[in-house]
């Protein structure tokens, strides 16, 4: 039951977000009421399900944080660009263009069906009833620290070089940003690494593994890497083919000398 609930409030927020998106003529909305629709899952997951209450208090406080601060930081570059939206819709608005608004919905309803798969990792966390933390779970903490930290780490340092550099050319090699080309999506699906090990030790966790695998084939094949790539190389051209040439895509790593 609590599952059907979750799914049903997540297919009525996102068509709602759609409605206001059409409303407002910004398509980018649907990023931040993706980030944020994560702290309400994770509270009500954490109210509704039976398992051992520092575990669901300790998962509820750590992806509603995570939650927050995506959201809040998209918020703030959706809000301060509007009514430009992303590109990323702009293209798909040509992409779709005969047919556009009902694309547009169903595209809004698969990212809640998306939040929904991804947030299976915290159901199950919540609902493991064992009265102490298993080391498996100490690891994927672990692991989520880090990713949360490297995440917020590189949307500051992207935030930072643009309001230094105002050509629309200019290419982030700084920081994080020179050991990888799209730094903030790897730590984002790190993060959900760090849910899976920490959903293993509960029964059935193994399912688990279809949080991190959605959000990575997202990441890498949906609104992710590829449609960034797509669009850096449209606009900056040779200096980005350089900048592929010398930086990881995806994993940070040595930059290669040419």
């Not at 199950?124 to 620290?145: D, K, N, S």
Request: charged content about 15%; aromatic content about 14%.
């Amino acid at each position: 039951m609590t599952l059907t609930l979750t799914a049903l409030g997540l297919l009525a927020l996102f068509a709602a977000a759609w409605w206001l998106a059409v409303r407002v003529d910004n398509y980018s909305l649907v990023d931040v009421v993706w980030a944020l629709s994560f702290a309400p899952v994770a509270v009500f997951y954490a109210l509704a399900d039976g398992g051992w209450g520092p575990r669901r208090t300790a998962i509820a406080v750590l992806v509603a944080a995570w939650s927050l601060r995506l959201g809040i930081h998209l918020w703030l570059r959706v809000a301060g660009h509007h009514p430009k939206e992303d590109p990323r819709y702009d293209l798909l608005r040509k992409k779709w263009s005969s047919n556009m608004r009902r694309a547009f919905l169903w595209f809004f309803l698969a990212q809640g069906v998306l939040v929904w798969l991804l947030m299976l990792p915290v159901h199950l966390i919540c609902m493991q009833r064992h009265q102490a933390f298993a080391p498996l779970e100490y690891v994927g903490l672990a692991v989520w620290f880090i990713a949360l930290v490297g995440e917020g780490v590189a949307d500051h340092q992207l935030a930072r070089f643009k309001r230094a550099n105002k050509d629309p050319k200019a290419i982030c090699d700084v920081g994080l940003w020179r050991c990888s080309r799209h730094p903030n999506y790897f730590f984002q699906s790190l993060l959900w690494w760090g849910l899976f090990l920490m959903a293993l030790p509960t029964p059935w966790g193994w399912t688990a593994i279809v949080a991190p695998l959605a959000m990575l084939h997202f990441l890498l094949n949906v609104t992710g890497v590829a449609l960034n790539e797509k669009l850096a190389l449209e606009k900056r051209g040779a200096s980005y083919r350089q900048y592929q040439k010398t930086t990881s895509v995806f994993v940070p790593w040595f930059r290669k000398s040419t």
